[in-house]
């Protein structure tokens, strides 16, 4: 930093202070001494931006005592080259401009936003200028949360609309490829093929989940799930996900480890894990699972507060490069990516964060440069009593019907895919590509209309306004919805109840086939 040829030592504010408006040292305000002011201050000579006085609370600030504030110009503390500019030309102007913010940084080099507030005087025979500052740290961290929030509404909103149109998608990829399935004998070679096509669709339609769930748009129905299972079950499509360079070597417990948890959630977590492993490992190396149960009996794991009892943890290894304490510190915070532009969103830790503290856990990462990285996932241990009596029975034969059903949905595909599937099981159909057509279709039919299956958003008319007007004069008839949207976004359509009423995009022709049966043969409801 610059000295100035000669220094002057700091002075009282109560020397002779002579205000631009001719209000002389009388004026209390220019009389307080710097030390009794509740603010940062500093007097500034207003040719050069000389510091001529100051008092202990800008030294705290600007990390100098007082006397050796006086040796440097304010300039001197400015970040940006154009701050530094803009406070010397509004010294040289007339007029000076009262208040505006600058970003600052201290003798240490540490920047901090600073809103200073200008009153011109006269000081020591000097031209000079009053200036407070106000420290902006605490309100710059409130706009970072509103600009986040913000930017998490906007995520949520296109994070819905996208999920409307990839569900649709994998509706009609899921139906069909079961459809197939359904057709083929387990031995035939094309099975299990067609297999792996249906758990890549299950994944994917997870993605969408990621996203929903990152918004908080979806709406969670846990249930208690073996993690052993479905580590199990993506033991295939992980390995063709991380790539043949990768080796995966996974080490289930011996025993059953059950969770509360959406089957999808979980997917989520093994699956953005191994994602972040295999790019930790650009030339290879190997990822390592392993589930176990452990009883925790401290209040504390890892450096966090955690709930003493049975837990079950799924540990993730990988032999990549490793990270930082920096990084570490950072890695599941929002958005936040240390891949480069278009290769990652920031997404995927941020959401593992997330979904482990919801269903009660805790995650903890241990790593070193060059050293690989350890995710170590703790989720309380769920009672396997709990799980459903039909759980683990094997699926039974798709229900069967012979009652007439109005199908209404713009999709074509979708709409052709849940014909076929309730013709196969026996039932009637009666299409319709939106709620005005449906309306024609239902008035001019003759006979009972059993259930109506309807999509929620359509064009002209909402699915909840459709079956209002089909009730009236069918009150018997049951409804059926379904959407590819959020739940909120459902909800704002006017189908409050998502219970047995709703069925959510993707889901299969079984599920499809259940839930008609189900509906058919329960008490009418409006």
Request: hydrophobic residues 40%.
């Amino acid at each position: 930093m610059p000295s100035p040829d000669q220094p002057i030592g700091p002075e009282p504010l109560t020397q002779s202070v002579r205000t631009e408006t001719g209000v002389d040292e009388s004026d209390a305000a220019c009389r307080i001494p710097p030390e009794a002011l509740p603010l940062p201050i500093a007097i500034v000579r207003r040719r050069d931006g000389r510091i001529l006085a100051a008092n202990e609370l800008l030294g705290r600030m600007l990390g100098l005592p007082p006397g050796q504030l006086t040796h440097h110009a304010l300039q001197d503390f400015c970040v940006h080259p154009a701050d530094r500019d803009t406070l010397l030309e509004d010294f040289h102007k007339e007029q000076i401009r009262s208040r505006y913010e600058v970003c600052a940084v201290t003798a240490g080099s540490v920047p901090l936003w600073v809103e200073v507030s200008l009153k011109p005087l006269s000081f020591q025979e000097e031209d000079a200028v009053l200036i407070a500052f106000h420290d902006l740290a605490e309100q710059k961290s409130l706009e970072r949360e509103l600009h986040q929030i913000k930017k998490m509404d906007v995520v949520g909103r296109l994070t819905s609309g996208i999920a409307h149109d990839f569900n649709n998608l994998l509706t009609v990829i899921v139906g069909w490829n079961d459809i197939a399935l359904a057709r083929l004998d387990r031995t035939d070679p094309l099975y299990e093929q067609l297999e792996e096509v249906r758990k890549a669709a299950h994944l994917a339609g997870a993605l969408t989940q990621q996203l929903l769930s990152f918004s908080r748009r979806d709406e969670k129905r846990p249930q208690v799930l073996d993690l052993n299972r479905i580590v199990a079950a993506m033991d295939t499509m992980l390995q063709r996900l991380i790539g043949e360079d990768v080796q995966l070597d996974t080490a289930l417990s011996p025993e059953p480890v059950y969770v509360k948890a959406n089957p999808s959630q979980v997917e989520q977590i093994v699956m953005n894990l191994a994602v972040n492993a295999r790019d930790a490992m650009p030339q290879g190396g190997t990822l390592s699972m392993k589930t176990a149960r452990a009883d925790i009996t401290t209040a504390h794991i890892h450096g966090q507060a955690i709930q003493p009892g049975p837990y079950v943890f799924l540990t993730v290894t990988d032999t990549g490069c490793g990270m930082d304490r920096g990084t570490q510190a950072r890695i599941f915070d929002p958005f936040y990516t240390t891949k480069e532009p278009g290769k990652g969103t920031g997404l995927g830790l941020s959401t593992v964060s997330g979904i482990v503290k919801e269903l009660g856990g805790l995650i903890a990462v241990q790593s070193e440069p060059g050293l690989g990285t350890t995710f170590t996932i703790y989720l309380p241990l769920a009672d396997a009593t709990a799980r459903s009596a039909h759980a683990a029975a094997p699926p039974a034969p798709p229900p069967r019907g012979t009652e007439t059903i109005l199908l209404v949905e713009d999709d074509p595909g979708i709409r052709r895919l849940i014909r076929e599937t309730l013709q196969m099981s026996g039932y009637t159909v009666l299409e319709a590509r939106h709620g005005i057509e449906a309306w024609v279709v239902g008035n001019h039919h003759a006979g009972p209309i059993h259930l109506l299956i309807t999509d929620v958003v359509m064009p002209q008319m909402s699915g909840r306004a459709l079956a209002d007007r089909l009730l009236s004069a069918r009150p018997n008839m049951r409804v059926l919805y379904i959407s590819g949207y959020a739940s909120d976004a459902v909800f704002h359509h006017g189908v409050v109840d998502l219970g047995q009423g709703f069925l959510q995009k993707p889901f299969d022709p079984r599920r499809l086939a259940q839930k008609v049966r189900d509906l058919l043969d329960a008490s009418p409801t409006r």
